[in-house]
């Protein structure tokens, strides 16, 4: 199995700063690398697939990047509504696997 | 808009087979691969598995032994059966939509899901 390794596995930050998630593939996967939001009591959302392609409707704030094991989500400017718990996820072999989660909170 | 819906029994006894069926509206089953997530209490995402409307199955090898996925193309639904439950099957069971995207390679990502399903596993 593939396991995604995210750092850290949470955080507290202020409004408007640049928050910075890293996943790390235990092997290479190219760029395909997937990022959720799961806002509390809420089912996960996609925000980024293929490592860095923003999803319709997302906001321009998040952006994505990385190839082959290392992996980066930036939330820059960080809204209020940002607080939630990001995933990233391997969308290539299966088993799927998820990183373990980065708690987003708001200072 | 493609929305999917998870539906099935809240509390299920220890031993017994959970089951779940996902109901999709707005897409056709007949494309695509669609699996079931869950989510232990305060924990994160754990893929169970995904069916294809072929048939064909793909499971988590940790949950292999118990898990039965299967389609009914006719009510546009796929549902999960989980045998031999135990307390650390409680969780919050997700459906959602494995799209493949790519043309000379594929990859896939999860782009649409259902609202969660409960289940607690108790006597």
């Known amino acids: 199995d593939i396991q995604m390794t995210q750092s850290p596995s949470s955080l507290s930050a202020s409004v408007g700063d640049t928050v910075t998630i890293t996943c790390r593939a235990s092997?290479?996967?190219?760029?395909?690398v997937n990022w959720y939001q799961q806002k509390p009591g809420k089912a996960p959302k996609l925000l980024i697939n293929?490592?860095?392609n923003l999803q319709s409707g997302v906001p321009s704030r998040f952006s994505g990047s990385g190839f082959g094991t290392d992996f980066t989500l930036t939330i820059s400017s960080l809204q209020p509504e940002d607080l939630a718990t990001y995933y990233c996820?391997?969308?290539?072999?299966?088993?799927?696997?998820f990183g373990q989660g980065t708690k987003v909170e708001i200072k | 808009q493609v929305q999917l819906l998870e539906s099935g029994p809240g509390l299920v006894k220890p031993s017994e087979t959970l089951s779940l069926t996902c109901t999709v509206s707005g897409a056709s089953l007949s494309s695509d691969y669609w699996s079931w997530i869950r989510q232990p209490p305060g924990k994160g995402l754990e893929w169970i598995g995904y069916i294809h409307y072929s048939g064909s199955t793909n499971y988590n090898p940790s949950l292999k032994s118990r898990v039965t996925i299967s389609v009914d193309t006719s009510k546009n639904q796929f549902s999960l059966n989980l045998s031999s439950v135990t307390a650390a099957d409680t969780a919050v069971y997700y459906c959602?939509?494995?799209?493949?995207?790519?043309?000379?390679?594929?990859?896939?990502?999860?782009?649409?899901w259902g609202k969660g399903t409960t289940v607690t596993v108790s006597s």
């Open positions: 293929v490592a860095s």
């Open positions: 959602a939509r494995d799209h493949r995207r790519g043309t000379t390679s594929y990859y896939y990502d999860m782009d649409i």
């Open positions: 092997q290479s996967i190219s760029s395909y």
């Open positions: 996820q391997q969308g290539y072999y299966t088993p799927r696997t």
